[in-house]
């Protein structure tokens, strides 16, 4: 799959995103073309190669003949209902506009239909919105990511006079987004460029793994103490689609607790939540040996296994870290053996079975009751799972025919 990563070390823009992807291998000409499908008038494109401290990028240029704008969300909405642009690319477009015009209405009080856009509605932010857009599918762009975003400091000027940067509305756009400042003054993310990012991108952090196919720079306006472009990295990820989400790593250090405390503790530790629980032996200071206790946990139990901790362990603090976790697709079912009913934890991804594991506690039961070696009960699973899977043809919703088991899995 053809990704694009945004390093926004300084700032964003719609301009610089354009420019990015000009300067990655778009032609110019091609996207003229697909601009005139907005049926517009009374603007021209245009794109140079330009420095920005150490750096080289592309600027792109829109030249207008407007004086002053002020288009209401409503007229943007009829140019894009008017337009000959693909669904898709004005179903994005939309999605952009509606950003905006809802973070404005809440700052300024008025109804979004009624909104007049100032500087985000001009035919040249217009443009810049839809050939970003437009400018990404024509690379064949599937999935887009970026990086935190470097939003500067200080003032700036605008149709509502003097403002704070970041500016109130681009501010209200980077809800939820990872940001940062080094003390730059100049507004370096614009309302445009923040919409565009909290609409195309998927996550925001480093840079994923991928091959990477091009890179490009597109420059901003001003000189900075630092390079003023916007890097863009396209490149291929693995075709194989793994389940992602978020979770919380929780770690203490604990060296003056009995340790037969630490069963009790790991217990009430998964009854508050917890994805696992485990513990390693260290050496700490003085040479103390010691226990580091790992919780891994998902954001809305956070709160209840920190205090767990604290109620019942010796720890004074708790380190905490946000992790992605990449995750096979679990499908759990029964399988029919001469030592009874064994559930079996399967994963696949794209369709395709990757692993399957007995599980523990129906074997060692089974095992038991049976009198027999537990390897015993696992190798007859494993066999009677494989056999299972391939009768079904190894496709997606193996095993559906099998009785669901409902053990606890992480």
Same mark, same amino acid.
């Given at each position: 799959?053809?990704?694009?990563y945004?390093d926004?070390?300084?700032?964003?823009?719609?301009?610089?995103?354009?420019?990015?992807?000009?300067?990655?291998?778009?032609d110019?000409?091609?996207?003229?073309?697909?601009?005139?499908?907005?049926?517009?008038?009374?603007?021209?494109?245009?794109?140079?190669?330009?420095?920005?401290?150490?750096?080289?990028?592309?600027k792109?240029l829109?030249?207008?003949?407007?004086? /002053?704008?002020?288009?209401?969300?409503?007229?943007?909405?009829?140019?894009? &209902?008017?337009?000959?642009?693909?669904?898709?690319?004005?179903?994005?477009v939309?999605?952009?506009?509606?950003?905006?015009?809802?973070?404005?209405?809440?700052?300024?009080?008025?109804?979004?239909?009624?909104?007049?856009?100032?500087?985000?509605? &001009?035919?040249?932010?217009?443009?810049?919105?839809?050939?970003?857009?437009v /400018? !990404?599918?024509m690379?064949?762009?599937?999935?887009?990511?970026?990086?935190?975003?470097?939003?500067?400091?200080?003032f700036?000027?605008?149709?509502?006079?003097?403002?704070?940067?970041?500016?109130?509305?681009?501010?209200?756009?980077?809800? /939820?987004?990872?940001?940062?400042s080094?003390?730059?003054?100049?507004?370096?993310?614009?309302?445009? &460029? =923040?919409?565009l990012l909290?609409?195309?991108?998927?996550?925001?952090?480093?840079?994923?793994?991928?091959?990477?196919?091009?890179? &490009?720079?597109?420059?901003?306006?001003?000189?900075?103490?630092?390079?003023?472009?916007?890097?863009?990295?396209?490149?291929?990820i693995?075709? =194989?689609? #793994?389940?992602?989400?978020?979770?919380?790593?929780i770690?203490?250090?604990?060296?003056?607790?009995?340790?037969?405390?630490?069963?009790?503790?790991?217990? !009430?530790?998964?009854? *508050?939540? =917890?994805?696992?629980?485990?513990?390693?032996?260290?050496?700490?200071?003085?040479?103390?040996?010691?226990?580091?206790?790992?919780?891994?946990?998902?954001?809305?139990?956070?709160?209840?296994?920190?205090?767990?901790?604290?109620?019942?362990?010796?720890?004074?603090?708790?380190?905490?870290?946000?992790?992605?976790?990449?995750?096979?697709?679990?499908? !759990?079912?029964?399988?029919?053996t001469?030592?009874?009913?064994?559930?079996?934890?399967? /994963?696949?991804?794209?369709?395709?079975?990757?692993?399957?594991?007995?599980?523990?506690?129906d074997?060692?039961?089974?095992?038991?009751?049976?009198?027999v070696?537990l390897?015993?009960? #696992?190798?007859?699973?494993?066999?009677? =799972?494989?056999?299972?899977v391939r009768?079904?043809?190894?496709?997606?919703g193996?095993?559906?025919?099998?009785?669901?088991?409902?053990? *606890?899995?992480?």
């Amino acid at each position: 799959m053809k990704i694009a990563y945004f390093d926004c070390f300084s700032g964003v823009s719609g301009d610089m995103i354009v420019g990015a992807l000009l300067d990655a291998g778009l032609d110019l000409q091609d996207l003229e073309a697909e601009l005139l499908k907005l049926g517009l008038e009374g603007y021209s494109v245009s794109a140079e190669r330009v420095g920005r401290g150490a750096i080289t990028g592309t600027k792109f240029l829109v030249e207008t003949d407007e004086t /002053g704008h002020g288009r209401t969300v409503g007229e943007i909405m009829q140019i894009l &209902g008017d337009s000959a642009l693909d669904d898709d690319v004005r179903s994005s477009v939309r999605s952009v506009i509606s950003e905006i015009a809802q973070v404005e209405s809440r700052i300024h009080g008025t109804s979004a239909d009624e909104l007049h856009l100032h500087e985000t509605s &001009g035919l040249d932010s217009i443009i810049d919105i839809v050939a970003s857009i437009v /400018g !990404l599918k024509m690379l064949g762009v599937e999935a887009v990511f970026a990086s935190k975003i470097h939003v500067g400091t200080g003032f700036v000027e605008c149709a509502h006079g003097t403002l704070p940067v970041p500016a109130p509305a681009t501010l209200a756009l980077l809800k /939820g987004i990872p940001v940062y400042s080094r003390g730059i003054e100049s507004e370096l993310a614009t309302p445009t &460029g =923040a919409a565009l990012l909290r609409v195309l991108a998927q996550d925001f952090g480093p840079v994923p793994e991928m091959k990477v196919e091009a890179v &490009g720079y597109g420059a901003g306006t001003r000189e900075l103490e630092m390079p003023n472009v916007l890097r863009i990295v396209i490149g291929d990820i693995s075709s =194989a689609t #793994y389940e992602t989400d978020e979770v919380v790593l929780i770690e203490v250090n604990i060296d003056d607790m009995n340790p037969e405390f630490f069963g009790h503790v790991s217990d !009430l530790l998964w009854t *508050r939540g =917890a994805l696992d629980v485990f513990l390693t032996p260290v050496f700490m200071k003085k040479n103390r040996p010691g226990t580091v206790l790992t919780v891994v946990a998902p954001q809305e139990h956070v709160d209840e296994i920190v205090s767990t901790i604290f109620s019942e362990t010796t720890t004074f603090g708790v380190r905490m870290t946000k992790v992605e976790r990449r995750k096979l697709t679990r499908e !759990l079912f029964c399988v029919e053996t001469r030592f009874g009913k064994i559930g079996v934890k399967l /994963g696949r991804t794209d369709g395709r079975v990757v692993t399957l594991a007995p599980e523990y506690e129906d074997c060692r039961e089974a095992a038991l009751r049976c009198g027999v070696p537990l390897a015993d009960v #696992y190798d007859e699973v494993r066999a009677v =799972a494989r056999e299972t899977v391939r009768a079904d043809g190894d496709t997606e919703g193996d095993a559906q025919n099998s009785d669901r088991w409902t053990g *606890r899995s992480e």
